[in-house]
């Protein structure tokens, strides 16, 4: 099996624990998306130690109220912090920022 790019493999293990809670999209949604959705970007950041990346999820609905995207937010949130994976040879740790 030959070795994905660091952040194409984040990519897919991330994508398997979001949409489970909200049907998710890499950067962009289709069209006929249904809502509530999210899109989900991972960005690598410059660092000389190691490689760090940022993980943003936004996080869409047309309802103006918020306690649907609320809820999300907190089972995200309850999901993804703290969340420590190594798997096929690769490792990485979710720290949750804001929401």
């Given at each position: 099996?030959?070795?994905q790019e660091?952040?194409?493999?984040?990519?897919q293990q991330?994508?398997?624990?979001?949409?489970?809670?909200?049907?998710?999209?890499?950067m962009?949604a289709?069209n006929?998306s249904?809502?509530?959705y999210?899109?989900?970007?991972?960005?690598?950041?410059?660092?000389?130690?190691y490689?760090?990346?940022?993980?943003?999820?936004?996080?869409?609905?047309?309802?103006?109220?918020t306690?649907?995207?609320?809820?999300?937010?907190?089972?995200l949130?309850?999901?993804?912090?703290?969340?420590r994976?190594?798997?096929?040879?690769?490792?990485y740790?979710?720290w949750?920022?804001?929401?």
């Amino acid at each position: 099996m030959s070795k994905q790019e660091p952040r194409v493999f984040i990519r897919q293990q991330i994508y398997k624990e979001i949409n489970p809670i909200v049907e998710s999209f890499f950067m962009v949604a289709h069209n006929d998306s249904k809502f509530p959705y999210a899109t989900i970007d991972v960005k690598e950041i410059d660092d000389d130690a190691y490689t760090r990346y940022s993980l943003e999820i936004e996080v869409f609905s047309k309802k103006e109220d918020t306690s649907e995207l609320e809820k999300i937010c907190d089972e995200l949130k309850q999901t993804l912090n703290q969340k420590r994976v190594i798997i096929d040879g690769y490792a990485y740790v979710i720290w949750f920022d804001t929401c």
